[in-house]
Each structure stands twice: as C-alpha cells, then as structure tokens.
C-alpha cells in the first residue's frame, strides 16, 4: 500500500495527489499503523524510486518531519507535510534535469 502511495507521489506533484495521499495515509493510521512507521517505509520507499542526487534530501526531511511529529499531536499534518516537501523537492529535480537536457 505505502509502496502504491510512493509511486503516485513520484508520478504527479499536485495539490489533487497530495489530497490522495492524505486520504490513504489517513487509512493506514485508522488502521492502527504507527506515524512514525508510515514516515519511515514511505522515505524508504521512494528512496528506491529516485536518483541518488535526492535520497539525501528525502532522508533529511522524514527524520525532520518525524522529530516535528514527536513534539506534536497530529501527526496526519506532519505526514502530509513531508509529502508535500518531497513532492517539491523531485519538481525541483525534474526541473533542474530537464534544463540541463
């Protein structure tokens, strides 16, 4: 299922993906699936899926959207913030390949 959300994640960065990817990340934490859990298999999961230029980035910000969500009480908010930063961080990538082309 995470392996399903990684790949929509990567296909389209777009306001009406991120709203399906909450509403499947919000499945997985009304089944009982611990946040941290979600935030962990979801950055390995795209980190099969990517370059080598952007694992580093995805790592940095799953351990500083996981730590954010330590400290607060929703972690749906959290969860969705860090795919939506790894939604602007591969634009960026596919931008920054398609002008070097």
């Known amino acids: 299922y995470i392996e399903m959300v990684a790949k929509k994640i990567l296909q389209d960065q777009s306001n009406v993906t991120l709203m399906e990817v909450r509403s499947a990340v919000y499945e997985l934490l009304v089944n009982c699936i611990p946040p941290d859990v979600i935030v962990r298999y979801l950055a390995a999961e ?18 500083y959207y996981e730590h954010r969500m330590q400290q607060g009480s929703k972690p749906i908010f959290h969860i969705e913030a860090f795919v939506a930063k790894v ?6 990538y596919l931008a920054s390949m398609s002008l070097y082309d």
């Open 46 to 63: 795209l980190k099969k899926k990517v370059d080598q230029e952007i694992k580093q980035e995805i790592t940095k910000w799953a351990a």
């Open 87 to 92: 939604m602007l961080v591969y634009k960026q």
